[in-house]
């Protein structure tokens, strides 16, 4: 049961977040822009709360659950840096991150993100095959 309810209520935690966002804010959810937003504007506060919320939420998860994720093989620094500035650079690129196309965009039916969401997917789907 635990391996269909959890992901059923992480989906709605999910949407749930997502709409009282753009309620309270009048904005769409996407990590990427909050954080360009506590990294380069002066309102700060509040992407930092959103930012700590999603750290302290799955960490308690975490702590408060058996579940357990295995981490791939060590890889150099230098790899994790240069592939953390590609993934910023095609966030920036594709003008938002897969939360912002994927949940919030589709939800609105948004072209634009209808056609990154089924990029990133098609993307993801050739990189397993390949690798596997």
Do not use: W
Not at 103 to 125: N, W
Request: charged share 10%.
């Amino acid at each position: 049961m635990d391996s269909i309810f959890n992901p059923l209520v992480g989906g709605l935690l999910i949407g749930l977040t997502a709409t009282l966002y753009l309620l309270t804010m009048g904005k769409v959810i996407g990590i990427s822009g909050i954080l360009s937003q506590f990294l380069f504007s002066k309102e700060r506060l509040l992407p930092f709360l959103f930012i700590a919320g999603l750290i302290i939420g799955g960490s308690a998860y975490g702590l408060l659950t058996e579940q357990t994720v295995a981490f791939p093989e060590t890889r150099s620094p230098a790899l994790l840096i240069i592939s953390g500035l590609l993934v910023g650079y095609g966030t920036r690129l594709g003008g938002g991150c897969t939360s912002g196309h994927g949940v919030c965009g589709i939800s609105r039916l948004s072209p634009r993100s209808i056609v990154a969401t089924l990029i990133f997917m098609v993307t993801a789907i050739l990189t397993v095959a390949i690798a596997h």
